[in-house]
């Protein structure tokens, strides 16, 4: 009997922290898929049907990752999020000042030291225990 790896979509636009997330995550035993816009992140939850979605929040020109975290809320609330910024807190990451949708872990870049503490956030957000992962409060 094949074992079941969970299926998690890296959105990100930077191409080097993007690659050693996919590689890292990968190894780590998730099956993994990348995109560097929300565009191609929603057309990637379509495909591929991911457990959980790790989020980069300033995505260059376009909706940012908390836009995206917001449609998955409404639209897809089985996918856990993650989002890894460098920016403290959600309100300062965007230009409306839209909040985070419940249920969404939170981690800043800067505050991450190994992939065991990333690998255990994503655990926790799966596990519905997204309030124990955020470093925005």
């Keep these: 009997m094949q074992e079941h790896k969970r299926r998690l979509v890296v959105v990100e636009d930077e191409p080097l922290v993007q690659d050693l997330l996919v590689h890292e995550l990968g ?17 990637l939850v379509d495909e591929f049907d991911p457990d959980v979605m790790l989020l980069d929040v300033d995505l260059g020109a376009g909706p940012t990752g908390i836009h995206l975290a917001h449609v998955l809320h409404e639209t897809r609330p089985d996918i856990a999020v993650l989002i890894l910024t460098k920016y403290p807190d959600a309100r300062s990451a965007s230009q409306d000042g839209i909040q985070l949708p419940p249920n969404v872990g939170f981690l ?30």
């Design 27 to 43: 190894r780590a035993g998730f099956s993994v898929k990348a995109a560097s816009s929300t565009a191609a992140a929603r057309q």
């Design 108 to 137: 800043r870049k800067h505050l991450v030291s190994d992939s065991g503490y990333l690998l255990s956030a994503l655990e926790k957000v799966l596990a519905d225990k997204s309030v124990e992962v955020r470093q925005d409060s």
